[in-house]
């Protein structure tokens, strides 16, 4: 078993930044890909980012390109999430989940283990 904890999120102006970290413990050898997604209310839960397992490579949504930058420390176990310029549009809450077994790095579907999110709220 993988366990997930989220934390960095809370309330910021337009405009504004906040670092997300995924904090992972348990059986993390032998993963695949680690992605951030976010839920707003009423809407379904979307892909934000994606980062390889070495780090060496990332994926992101066309919407939060050039603003949002994932990025690990496999010393620490952890997934960062660099949000920067953040609009209205992005509040929701965020998740991040890992791969057990690989796949498409924007489905949800093909991650196995999630953590129970952290609230991002932008103030307009």
């Known amino acids: 078993q993988v366990q997930l904890v989220e934390s960095g999120g809370g309330l910021v102006q337009a405009g504004g930044s906040l670092r997300l970290s995924c904090a992972a413990s348990?059986?993390?050898?032998?993963?695949?890909?680690t992605g951030w997604f976010r839920q707003a209310p009423g809407e379904e839960r979307t892909f934000v980012a994606a980062i390889s397992p070495s780090g060496g490579s990332t994926y992101y949504t066309d919407s939060v390109k050039g603003r949002f930058t994932i990025s690990r420390d496999n010393a620490k176990n952890t997934v960062y999430l660099q949000m920067n310029s953040l609009k209205p549009e992005d509040t929701a809450v965020y998740y991040c989940?890992?791969?057990?077994?690989?796949?498409?790095?924007?489905?949800?579907?093909?991650?196995?283990?999630w953590g129970r999110g952290t609230q991002v709220t932008v103030s307009s």
């Open positions: 989940a890992i791969q057990s077994y690989g796949g498409r790095y924007d489905d949800a579907g093909r991650y196995n283990y």
């Open positions: 348990g059986r993390t050898s032998r993963l695949f890909n």
